[in-house]
T-cell receptor, first 115, second 114 residues
Framework: GAGVSQSPSNKVTEKGKDVELRCDPI?????LYWYRQSLGQGLEFLIY????????KSGLPSDRFSAERTGGSVSTLTIQRTQQEDSAVYLC?????????????FGEGSRLTVL | AQSVAQPEDQVNVAEGNPLTVKCTYS??????LFWYVQYPNRGLQFLLK??????LVKGSYGFEAEFNKSQTSFHLKKPSALVSDSALYFC????????????FGQGTTLQVKP
């Protein structure tokens, strides 16, 4: 597609349930990033993919969070046993490569609400 | 570690007046600096970046930013604000880990009043 696509745009879930958030990056972009934006806070880096591998997972807040990327394209962020503090907007971004100085292109985000 | 600071939570200006949104950075090595804008319920849109060269960088929607190495600043500016410029603005610095990831400031809300 023309831009980064994320789904669902909104997700409401109950505490303790698992959720999956999907990101479809710009075609040909090998680098993919997940960020979290909580109310009143900036953007918190979660994980970086180069192709299908994740050389930087340093931002994942706990082992309830995991992500994968397949075919060098679509990525899924999974949150297990969701907690209320997981409520946030999850933003995905892609760029042509991870080693150049190009900008990141962001999707519109998935808003997660944990009741 | 790389970091950026946006000292103002909110900036208020009148339409037609010049605007400045402040950003300072802390990096080891050469800074690669970015500005993004976020409209309500939208993702981030790239405005401009400084990699090297001219200290005054021009970007989208009439915005520009001035890189000042001695003051470690990268303030965003526009000569004449529009009501439609009202949004959340983020300054970011590229991380030194060669992953391309950006480290963002906390954001500044710009309110332009008619």
């Amino acid at each position: 597609g023309a831009g980064v696509s994320q789904s669902p745009s909104n997700k409401v879930t109950e505490k303790g349930k698992d959720v999956e958030l999907r990101c479809d990056p710009i075609s040909g972009h090998t680098a993919l990033y997940w960020y979290r934006q909580s109310l009143g806070q900036g953007l918190e880096f979660l994980i970086y993919f180069q192709g299908n591998s994740a050389p930087d997972k340093s931002g994942l807040p706990s082992d309830r969070f995991s992500a994968e990327r397949t075919g060098g394209s679509v990525s899924t962020l999974t949150i297990q046993r969701t907690q209320q503090e997981d409520s946030a907007v999850y933003l995905c971004a892609s760029s042509l490569t991870g080693v150049n100085t190009g900008e990141l292109f962001f999707g519109e985000g998935s808003r997660l609400t944990v009741l | 570690a790389q970091s950026v600071a946006q000292p103002e939570d909110q900036v208020n200006v009148a339409e037609g007046n010049p605007l400045t949104v402040k950003c300072t950075y802390s990096v080891s090595g050469n800074p690669y600096l970015f500005w993004y804008v976020q409209y309500p319920n939208r993702g981030l849109q790239f405005l401009l970046k400084y990699i090297t060269g001219d200290n005054l960088v021009k970007g989208s929607y009439g915005f520009e930013a001035e890189f000042n190495k001695s003051q470690t600043s990268f303030h965003l500016k526009k000569p004449s604000a529009l009501v439609s410029d009202s949004a959340l603005y983020f300054c970011a610095v590229r991380d030194s880990s060669n992953t391309g990831k950006l480290i963002f400031g906390q954001g500044t809300t710009l309110q332009v009043k008619p």
